[in-house]
């Protein structure tokens, strides 16, 4: 079946511009994850929904972060402001239930740069 | 907070070679444990996880894990590597008391094996 999409793969942004980034879960998944990952590091959590609800959003580096899952689904990851420190892959995934041990599944991931 | 340790971040092995990837967190209460692998160009996936019984998880691919509390260590092994084994493999582990469904991932092994 269909496993979890992002769009755009890749995003090339101005210094100062917003990008917003999108995740398709799998269908029917009920918990969302956002990730940063830097070059040469492991993801770093920035924040997670339970359907359309934002339960943790303390990862989000600063305000210019803002992620939404309004209808319980897709979701959108918006940076304002970009700045060269952002420049990172953004990873999404989702898994089935809202237990702590349950599997996620990762999209491909989307790499900003920002010049 | 959690903290993961991989220490080592680079593993060159031979076909056939024996693999044990080290992985060490600092938490001390009840955890879940998971090993992630990205193959080139491919998606994050789970290789296995842990989370409550016998303390020796078998994967995918011939891969094991053994959680071990007293030494705080979740460490990865395969009794003979192939070359299609080449990926980055990633240790995470989350707190389920705090209902905590955030993992915190180490920074990776990169595994090369020659053929």
């Known amino acids: 079946g269909a496993g979890v999409s992002q769009s755009p793969r890749y995003k090339v942004a101005k210094r100062g511009q917003d990008v917003a980034l999108r995740c398709d879960p799998i269908s029917g998944h009920v918990s969302l994850f956002w990730y940063q990952q830097a070059l040469g590091q492991g993801p770093e959590f920035l924040t997670y929904f339970q359907n359309e609800a934002q339960l943790d959003k303390s990862g989000l580096p600063s305000d210019r972060f803002f992620a939404e899952r309004p209808e319980g689904s897709v979701s959108t990851l918006k940076i304002q402001r970009t700045q060269q420190e952002d420049s990172a892959v953004y990873l999404c995934?989702?898994?089935?239930?809202?237990?702590?041990?349950?599997?996620?599944?990762f999209g491909p991931g989307t790499r900003l740069t920002v010049l | 907070a959690q903290s993961v340790s991989q220490h080592n971040h680079h593993v060159i092995l031979s076909e056939a070679a024996s693999l044990e990837l080290g992985c060490n967190y600092s938490?001390?209460?009840?955890?879940?444990l998971f090993w992630y692998v990205q193959y080139p160009g491919q998606h994050l996936q789970l290789l296995l996880k842990y989370f409550s019984g016998d303390p020796l998880v078998k994967g995918i691919k011939g891969f094991e894990a053994e959680f071990i509390k007293s030494k705080f260590s979740f460490n990865l092994r395969k009794p003979s590597v192939q070359w299609s084994d080449t990926a980055e493999y990633f240790c995470?582990?989350?707190?389920?008391?705090?209902?905590?469904?955030?993992?915190?991932f180490g920074r990776g092994t990169s595994l090369i094996v020659h053929p």
């Open positions: 938490y001390g209460g009840t955890v879940n």
């Open positions: 995934a989702s898994s089935q239930r809202d237990i702590t041990f349950d599997t996620q599944y």
């Open positions: 995470a582990v989350n707190e389920p008391a705090g209902g905590s469904y955030i993992p915190t």
